[in-house]
């Protein structure tokens, strides 16, 4: 099970912006590399607190974080997978302002020397799913057109960086020569330069592949929300890793069913003899039918509750419950016997409304469903 995030960084869910930066800054001075030579264990301390700081300190996904929990960018099938397999490279150029001086003149600096690996662009789906699809997960596949490296590309090393993707620059001041290290402009710091291409391929050097890509999605999964399939986006020319493809979720709504979270809730219309004598009825649920009993003389308003036959959570707390509203159809034509037989009741003590104490008003059941 993955380490909770505000345990890595040893904070509280109400810490704030200034307290996330901080506490992630100290965790990653405590387990840099440069300090923590060859230790595999500080290393990956470092990487979890980075893959921490990236989710916490973005307010969007920290929402979704504290809703979810992991699941809300960890699914089944490589949903989420780009935060656990940051590597350093990723690190030190989304988060190295944040180290601020030490550790070679610019903490991590020594890291960054060498080429740098750029990341494709990254593609967005919609995907539909039916009520059915969301209560118990599914396997969607879906062609995308990705771009990728066209065969018969080469690539030079750039002459004027030597393949070091940074060109040094020796200046004088009142302390004497100092040195410094920039991204090389003319290849961008990849170190590599386009050689060769097929006449099909872009600027540089890609095409456009259709790509048919398996996506694993989880139960209870809600309208709006985005999973991520990591390196299904675009390829980036030379030494780079492809993109992620962004998956956001539609719903599409049921005939019968409504959502509310993991619930479900039904509207039963019965008729007034079925309230009076008492009846079975099958009714809809997300997975097919399910037989209920109406007791006799049941009131229209009656919410019935079955355990379990909801949508299942996210987070794996289990299921829902599919709410039954009982309505009672009161007929607008009646033929001349069916009238005089109620007239004859009008009045009749049992047709007469006469609630118990234990028959909840409508509001105190909207108190209910909302409590």
Known sequence: MKKDFYEILGISKGADAAEIKKAYRKS????????NPGDKEAEENFKLAAEAYEVLSDPQKKAKYDQYGHQAFDGAGGFGGGHGGMNMDDIFSQFGDIFGGGFGGGFGGGRSSGPRRTKGSNLRIKVKLTLEEIANGVEKKVKVKRKVQAQGVSYKTCSTCNGQ?????VTNTILGRMQSASTCPTCGGTGQLLDKKPADADSQGMIQEDETV?????????DGMQLKVSNKGNDAPGNSVPGDLIVAIEEIEHEF??????NLH????????EAVLGVSKDIEAVNGKVRIKLEEGIQSGKILRLKGKGIPSLNGYGNGDLLVHVNVWTPKTLNKEQKQFFESNLGDDNFAPSPEKSDKSFFEKVKDMFS
């Open 214 to 222: 398996a996506i694993k999605i989880p139960a209870g999964v809600v």
């Open 28 to 35: 990653a001075i405590k387990y840099h590399p440069d300090k």
């Open 257 to 262: 069913l409504k959502r509310e979270g993991e």
């Open 165 to 169: 993707g940074q060109v040094m620059r």
């Open 266 to 273: 039904y509207d039963l219309y019965i008729s007034f003899s």
